[in-house]
């Protein structure tokens, strides 16, 4: 039985769920999506759609999601692709009101007022080439390794078993802000007005959009890599912002807070002497 099951990845009892625990799903997801439908709808279309195409494509086909895949398999066998291609990099939906949405819809959930945290961290997906928005060799952490890769940094909701992210920002090396790439990155959509920010700038930028807009959090974690910056961790300490973050292990710390300050100047005519310019 258990081989049988192995090879079948929509039967739910593989997952350890029984039958009746998904049987309303589709359902379910055919009202969420009702639910943010309006953030699709542009001026002159709308492309509701469309999200709807591409939402059924990343759920139900269990490899190869990419748009002309999405396009074969779940609307026309001819369409290739070009309409969700079209609604994904070119319509002028903005993402931004899909994620306070998002947030919004977390604000208003009973149950989720108290405990809730961020979590910071960053995501990697490997890249056959370079013509994707943001594609360059780089450290890849589900490769462990550095290869051609697309890198987004994220921060999500948590509380007991909901997790859901809330916001994300791509990362771009500051190769692609060379005079040389300036029309590579209008080819792919990078705003103009976008400038170089490392990761720990970028996560930074999230929690403060994120505060904002009123998303109430307890506190934020994340690994090393934001928690090694002075910088970050004084930022979220000035704000007035909880955070547990990883260290090194060989980083050194005070095992009692010391006293900063300027000396105070000599008081002696000797000892002011010393200090007086030569000729």
Same mark, same amino acid.
């Given at each position: 039985?258990?081989?049988?099951l192995?090879?079948?990845?929509?039967?739910?009892?593989? =997952?350890?769920?029984?039958?009746?625990?998904?049987?309303?799903? @589709?359902?379910?997801?055919?009202?969420?999506? !009702?639910?943010?439908?309006?953030?699709f +709808?542009?001026?002159?279309?709308?492309?509701?759609?469309?999200?709807?195409?591409?939402?059924?494509?990343?759920? @139900?086909?269990p490899?190869?999601?990419?748009?002309?895949?999405?396009?074969?398999?779940?609307?026309?066998?001819?369409?290739?692709?070009?309409?969700?291609?079209?609604?994904? %990099?070119?319509?002028? =939906?903005?993402?931004?009101?899909?994620?306070?949405? &998002?947030?919004?819809e977390? @604000?208003?959930?009973?149950?989720?007022?108290?405990?809730?945290?961020?979590?910071?961290?960053? %995501?990697?997906? !490997? +890249?056959?080439?370079? +013509?994707?928005?943001?594609?360059g060799?780089?450290?890849?952490?589900?490769?462990? +390794?550095?290869?051609? %890769?697309?890198? #987004?940094?994220?921060?999500?909701?948590?509380?007991?078993?909901v997790?859901?992210?809330?916001?994300?920002?791509?990362?771009?090396?500051?190769?692609?802000?060379?005079?040389?790439?300036? %029309?590579?990155?209008?080819?792919? @959509?990078?705003?103009?007005?976008?400038?170089?920010?490392?990761?720990?700038?970028?996560?930074?930028?999230?929690?403060?959009?994120?505060?904002?807009?009123g998303?109430?959090?307890?506190? &934020?974690?994340?690994?090393?890599?934001?928690?090694?910056? #002075?910088?970050?961790?004084?930022?979220?300490?000035?704000?007035?912002?909880?955070?547990m973050?990883e260290?090194?292990?060989?980083?050194?710390?005070?095992l009692?807070?010391?006293?900063?300050?300027?000396?105070?100047?000599?008081? #002696?005519?000797?000892?002011?002497?010393?200090?007086?310019?030569?000729?």
């Open positions: 039985m258990q081989t049988k192995s090879g079948d990845i929509y039967n739910a009892e593989r =997952w350890g769920l029984p039958a009746k625990a998904v049987a309303g799903l @589709g359902a379910r997801l055919r009202y969420q999506w !009702e639910q943010y439908r309006g953030c +709808k542009t001026k002159t279309r709308d492309g509701a759609k469309h999200a709807w195409t591409y939402l059924r494509g990343l759920l @139900g086909m490899k190869k999601r990419n748009y002309a895949n999405i396009a074969r398999q779940v609307v026309d066998p001819e369409g290739y692709g070009q309409d969700i291609q079209q609604f994904m %990099s070119d319509s002028p =939906w903005e993402a931004q009101a899909v994620i306070q949405k &998002v947030q919004q977390i @604000g208003e959930t009973e149950g989720l007022q108290k405990g809730r945290m961020l979590l910071l961290d960053e %995501s990697a997906n !490997e +890249k056959a080439g370079d +013509k994707s928005a943001g594609a060799r780089q450290y890849n952490g589900r490769l462990g +390794k550095i290869e051609m %890769s697309q890198e #987004g940094v994220f921060l999500a909701f948590y509380k007991d078993v997790w859901t992210w809330v916001d994300g920002e791509l990362f771009l090396q500051k190769s692609w802000f060379t005079p040389e790439m300036a %029309s590579e990155r209008k080819r792919v @959509g990078v705003p103009a007005e976008r400038g170089f920010a490392t990761k720990i700038e970028l996560g930074w930028r999230m929690i403060q959009r994120v505060k904002a807009h998303l109430p959090f307890k506190g &934020v974690a994340c690994d090393d890599l934001y928690g090694r910056s #002075g910088w970050f961790r004084h930022v979220l300490d000035q704000a007035d912002i909880l955070y973050a260290v090194p292990e060989d980083t050194q710390v005070y009692s807070r010391p006293d900063f300050g300027v000396p105070a100047p000599p008081q #002696g005519k000797r000892d002011a002497g010393l200090l007086a310019p030569k000729y």
